[in-house]
Structure formats: structure tokens, C-alpha cells
T-cell receptor
Framework: TQLLEQSPQFLSIQEGENLTVYCNSS?????LQWYRQEPGEGPVLLVT?????EVKKLKRLTFQFGDARKDSSLHITAAQPGDTGLYLC??????????FGGGTRLMVKP | DSGVTQTPKHLITATGQRVTLRCSPR?????VYWYQQSLDQGLQFLIQ???????AKGNILERFSAQQFPDLHSELNLSSLELGDSALYFC??????????????FGPGTRLTVL
């Protein structure tokens, strides 16, 4: 069974601070997705990383896939209240199945 | 907007009842997935359909069933409902993306409340 562990589970920071969320597994994934979910809504796909060592930037968000494709990180620079939400990582494997991490609940205070 | 639609948005019912949740995938997507998300919990995979056929099963209770119709929309049937079935139910769809790239696109969810 493939498992993805996210850390931290909860993060409360002030506007303007930087933060990093981690997603770790003992399994290799073909791809790694990051989603953001707001209360009562469906997860929204932020990015997909495929190649080991790959780095993708989306405005203030930087996503990295580990060299061995077992782990990933999401770094947010100068967090804003609009970044508040639940961040989920998901590892993709054959059959188009996703294994989801438990999520990191981020709150950015103004 | 992901292109995945779900109805109804909210559903309130009583214990012992049966409900049906509906999902229409993105245009062209053949795969549909159902997930359950309880309060402050992660996403629990229930079941996957591909082009009308069941492809994979997760932690789906025997009281729950699903199907995918020829027009590719899917329905999740929940019966003999219990209080613990109260949750958000999400549908996701995926298409034939790049090899090795497995992305799913989620609908807005149905919030089920069992009283």
C-alpha cells in the first residue's frame, strides 16, 4: 500500500511570512500533484510534477519533486490571506490512481 | 471551474434512507472517481469507473454502490444511511493525459447530512 505523509498538518502564520509544506513517501510515484481546497469546495489542481528533481513555479508558489520521485515540497513566499486553505499532495500511479496525503491546513493571518 | 458537475450541492436526509448523488465528468473524460471526505479528514477513495466499467475499488461500504452510464455520467447510491455517512462526497474525472501523468479534476462536491 502506498502512503503519502504530509507535514505539518496545521500551519498558522502571519501575512508576509514564508512557509514550506512537505509530502513524503517510501514509494515511487509516476507523477505528483498538488491541490488546494477551500472549505466546502472541491480540490483544485495547482500543479503536476513528473520528472525527478523538477521544479515548477506558480507566482509565489514553488513546487519541487524529489530526485527519487518519492517526495515533494511546496514553498510559498510572502504568504497572503488568500493562500489560506487545505493543501493536498497526491501521488499518481498506474491505472490513473491517486494516493492522497492527509493534507496541510494553512491559515494566513492579516 | 473544473468542468466536472455534481448534483445536488446539499442533501439532508434521515437515517435508514437512500440517496443518489450524480456526477457529470469533463467533456471527453472516460474515468470517474468517487471520494468521501469527512469533517477534517482527508480524501478517501471509494470507487473508479472507466467507460462504464468498474476499474478499481477503495474503502467503499457494501451499502454504497455506483455506476457509470453510456453518456459517461455517474451515480453514487448510498443506502441504509447512518449518521457516520455525513460527509462531503466528491466526484473527479480524468482523461487520457500524457504518459505517466495522472491528473484528476474534481467537482464541487455534494454535502450529505444524515439526521
Amino acid at each position: 500500500t502506498q502512503l503519502l505523509e504530509q507535514s505539518p498538518q496545521f500551519l498558522s502564520i502571519q501575512e508576509g511570512e514564508n512557509l514550506t509544506v512537505y509530502c513524503n513517501s517510501s514509494s515511487v510515484f509516476s507523477s505528483l500533484q498538488w491541490y488546494r481546497q477551500e472549505p466546502g469546495e472541491g480540490p483544485v489542481l495547482l500543479v503536476t510534477v513528473v520528472t525527478g528533481g523538477e521544479v515548477k513555479k506558480l507566482k509565489r508558489l514553488t513546487f519541487q519533486f524529489g530526485d527519487a520521485r518519492k517526495d515533494s515540497s511546496l514553498h510559498i513566499t510572502a504568504a497572503q490571506p488568500g493562500d489560506t486553505g487545505l493543501y493536498l499532495c497526491a501521488g499518481g500511479s498506474a491505472g490513473n490512481m491517486l494516493t492522497f496525503g492527509g493534507g496541510t491546513r494553512l491559515m494566513v493571518k492579516p | 471551474d473544473s468542468g466536472v458537475t455534481q448534483t445536488p450541492k446539499h442533501l439532508i436526509t434521515a437515517t435508514g434512507q437512500r440517496v443518489t448523488l450524480r456526477c457529470s465528468p469533463r467533456s471527453g473524460d472516460l474515468s470517474v472517481y468517487w471520494y468521501q471526505q469527512s469533517l477534517d479528514q482527508g480524501l478517501q477513495f471509494l470507487i473508479q469507473y472507466y467507460n462504464g466499467e468498474e476499474r478499481a475499488k477503495g474503502n467503499i461500504l457494501e451499502r454504497f454502490s455506483a455506476q457509470q452510464f453510456p453518456d459517461l455520467h455517474s451515480e453514487l447510491n448510498l443506502s441504509s444511511l447512518e449518521l457516520g455517512d455525513s460527509a462531503l462526497y466528491f466526484c473527479a474525472s480524468s482523461g487520457r493525459g500524457l504518459a505517466g501523468v495522472y491528473e484528476q479534476f474534481f467537482g464541487p462536491g455534494t454535502r450529505l447530512t444524515v439526521l
